[in-house]
């Protein structure tokens, strides 16, 4: 069974930087060929899709936080981390780590559905 387990959140200033970093386990398939991201939770609010990198290669952010995070993966630490720079307070959430099966992706990559593996979550807290 697919084990994602996650690091890294913690309370912030606004305009500090954060890690966070995602790491899968137990795969019976190729990393490489998952697509992975991150989404955030906000307490009251749906599920957000935050950034995306395809197994293809290819990276694609929220609205929100374009230009502020950068996502990056290492294939062979089975491993997906988000960068998240100028944090502000509204990017306070609980924040999830995601991959599909393999060779799953296109451009329906933003909603939730399409990712069968997810992480534990993590609080991402920026006080004002």
């Known amino acids: 069974q697919v084990r994602i387990v996650q690091s890294g959140g913690e309370l912030v200033q606004a305009g500090d930087s954060l890690s966070l970093t995602c790491t899968a386990s137990e795969l019976a398939f190729s990393f490489s060929r998952s697509t992975l991201a991150w989404f955030r939770q906000a307490p009251g609010k749906e599920r957000e899709f935050v950034a995306v990198f395809s197994w293809g290669g290819g990276a694609a952010y929220g609205d929100s936080v374009k230009g502020r995070f950068i996502i990056s993966r290492d294939n062979a630490k089975n491993s997906v981390t988000l960068q998240m720079n100028s944090l502000r307070p509204e990017d306070t959430a609980v924040y999830y780590c995601?991959?599909?099966?393999?060779?799953?992706?296109?451009?329906?990559?933003?909603?939730?559905?399409?990712?069968?593996?997810w992480g534990q979550g993590t609080q991402v807290t920026v006080s004002s």
């Open positions: 995601a991959a599909t099966l393999p060779d799953a992706g296109g451009q329906r990559y933003y909603l939730p559905s399409l990712y069968s593996f």
